[in-house]
């Protein structure tokens, strides 16, 4: 679910604004679920703009407290949701821990950097959800070491059907900033892009349901 609906046009205006949405109509981006789309969002890109950095901080410290009361750890999905959930986890002055999709193959063989422990209520940061499968790995490994998940907050969401139902199958709620519905509205108004572009992109979107 959206955290609000003016949250939500204003992420996509920022977005869109740095060029954080690629689209390549022709040459298809293969996400790391193997999906091939017209579409990526690379919201990696907000960390090197210190105004938009400190919306989203702000939006996602905003979404915890309504949506995700009491949190007693801030957990980061490795690699992009490791420095959004440090700045949440520094703004909300709880401990912060980042999570793996799986464990290193060397060393420790951690999955779970940092000190999490059993029955801590968690509230997991991600930058992006397209299918849903890397994410929830994530909370997943939380469960596997005891904690509790309040939910899951995130920048965007495609909200393919696969995610959802994963996401409900799990038991983990998710709120987002924003969504492909109203990032393909913005554009739209903004003439970001154009309309052959639009129909393409609601096409591959109809593709997957």
């Not at 905003?62 to 986890?89: D, M, N, R, S, W």
Request: proline share 3%; with cysteine; hydrophobic share 40%.
């Amino acid at each position: 679910m959206l955290h609000n609906k003016e949250t939500a046009i204003t992420t996509a205006e920022l977005l869109l604004k740095i060029k954080a949405v690629k689209l390549s109509p022709n040459d298809l981006f293969t996400w790391a679920s193997g999906i091939k789309s017209p579409i990526y969002c690379d919201n990696r890109v907000t960390l090197s703009y210190p105004e938009i950095r400190t919306f989203i901080r702000q939006h996602f410290v905003k979404a915890i407290e309504e949506h995700f009361p009491e949190p007693e750890l801030v957990a980061g999905v490795a690699t992009a949701g490791i420095a959004q959930g440090a700045l949440v986890a520094q703004e909300l002055g709880l401990p912060f821990a980042y999570v793996r999709s799986g464990k290193k193959d060397h060393g420790l063989t951690n999955q779970i950097e940092g000190e999490v422990r059993a029955g801590q209520n968690v509230v997991v940061v991600e930058d992006l959800i397209s299918t849903g499968g890397s994410s929830l790995s994530v909370v997943q490994a939380l469960k596997d070491a005891g904690c509790r998940i309040a939910g899951m907050v995130a920048i965007f969401t495609y909200n393919l059907p696969k995610a959802q139902k994963a996401f409900e199958e799990a038991g983990c709620r998710l709120v987002t900033l924003s969504d492909y519905e109203t990032l393909i509205q913005c554009a739209s108004e903004t003439g970001y892009i154009k309309e052959e572009e639009i129909k393409i992109l609601k096409d591959f979107k109809k593709s997957l349901l």
